[in-house]
């Protein structure tokens, strides 16, 4: 694939993933989209899809006992996530982090850390 071609598939595939995430969130198949895709196409889509994941809503999914692979996330979990996120942008920008966001972050902190033990701990056994 030369680079001109990777770069249309790429395109291509960011005019795709906005429907194709929207199709799978609505538990309905996205096969309509991707019937006509190629190898190729849905490389390019994976990478899309890959680079805007939030790790911590992957990790979720891909631990999720589940079948359909769709996280169990409480509003507090999605809090947590956002005042993360929000704590890793003010520190980027060198902005003050207030204490509420502080405190957040750290109980998300310390819920990962917390899940990713127990996930050691299974593994292991």
């Known amino acids: 694939m030369t680079r001109a071609?990777?770069?249309y598939a790429i395109h291509w595939a960011k005019s795709l993933a906005t429907p194709v995430v929207?199709?799978?969130?609505?538990?309905?198949?996205?096969?309509?989209?991707?019937?006509?895709?190629?190898?190729?196409?849905?490389?390019?889509l994976v990478i899309v899809l890959a680079e805007a994941a939030d790790p911590g809503v992957l990790r979720a999914v891909v631990?999720?006992?589940?079948?359909?692979?769709?996280?169990?996330?409480?509003?507090?979990?999605?809090a947590l996530r956002k005042a993360h996120t929000e704590v890793v942008l003010l520190v980027r920008q060198k902005l003050p982090v207030p204490e509420?966001?502080?405190?957040?972050?750290?109980?998300?902190r310390r819920k990962n850390r917390e899940a990713e033990g127990q996930q050691r701990g299974s593994e292991a056994a």
């Open 5 to 7: 071609q990777r770069a």
């Open 22 to 44: 929207s199709c799978v969130q609505a538990r309905l198949s996205p096969a309509h989209l991707l019937d006509r895709c190629s190898r190729d196409d849905l490389a390019a």
């Open 63 to 78: 631990t999720s006992g589940d079948d359909d692979g769709r996280p169990d996330l409480s509003r507090r979990d999605v």
């Open 100 to 108: 509420r966001l502080r405190m957040l972050d750290r109980e998300y």
